[in-house]
């Protein structure tokens, strides 16, 4: 059995196509596995890719130590 996660996306688009005009011709059950296939289009097309290069993994006291704080200028001390 395919699942939609092992469907190349030109699949997926086919598939959500053919069941949306399914559930407008009013297949009872054709607008919920339109749904299902437009759900994972949208999962696909919007999954961030993590750029590591641009991560800071230093621990958070260090990070917080080299970044000052905006509102000490105003502080009376």
């Given at each position: ?12 688009g086919a ?30 097309a919007s999954?961030?890719s993590a ?27």
């Amino acid at each position: 059995m395919t699942t939609k996660e092992m469907l190349t996306d030109e699949e997926l688009g086919a598939l959500a196509s053919e069941w949306r005009r399914k559930a407008l011709q009013g297949e009872l059950h054709a607008r919920g596995i339109a749904h299902e296939f437009e759900t994972e289009m949208r999962r696909r097309a919007s999954a961030p890719s993590a750029n590591y290069d641009t991560l800071d993994l230093r621990p958070l006291e260090l990070r917080a130590a080299t970044h000052r704080r905006w509102w000490r200028f105003w502080q009376l001390s």
